[in-house]
Nanobody, 115 residues
Framework: QVQLVESGGGLVQPGGSLRLSCAFS????????MGWYRQAPGKQRELVAT???????NYADSVKGRFTISRDNVKRQVYLEMNSLKPEDTAVYYC?????????WGQGTQVTVSS
């Protein structure tokens, strides 16, 4: 059973940076597509960034140029480097692993951007 555990969230001022991590266990990490999603209060969960098993990345328009997704297949982790944070980036950030019809989610980590 795949398990995902996010970490690295917190409170940061506008313009600041945070790095989120997601630790993967329970299966072969390298064959899964990994992604970061977020959900703000009163809004639907939305895609932030994805990193396929083949090495392709994809970003939401709202984070392009500010956020970078990366993965370490040896450490079995996926990261989200977030720079130039804005108040509208405030949300719970979730890690997702997918392969064919299988889908797994982490418990989420809170990111709050406020002065």
């Amino acid at each position: 059973q795949v398990q995902l555990v996010e970490s690295g969230g917190g409170l940061v001022q506008p313009g600041g940076s945070l790095r989120l991590s997601c630790a993967f266990s329970g299966s072969i990490f390298s064959i899964y597509a990994m992604g970061w999603y977020r959900q703000a209060p009163g809004k639907q969960r939305e895609l932030v960034a994805t990193f396929t098993s083949g090495g392709r990345t994809n970003y939401a328009d709202s984070v392009k140029g500010r956020f970078t997704i990366s993965r370490d297949n040896v450490k079995r982790q996926v990261y989200l480097e977030m720079n130039s944070l804005k108040p509208e980036d405030t949300a719970v950030y979730y890690c997702r692993a997918t392969r064919t019809t299988y889908e797994y989610w982490g418990q989420g980590t809170q990111v709050t951007v406020s002065s």
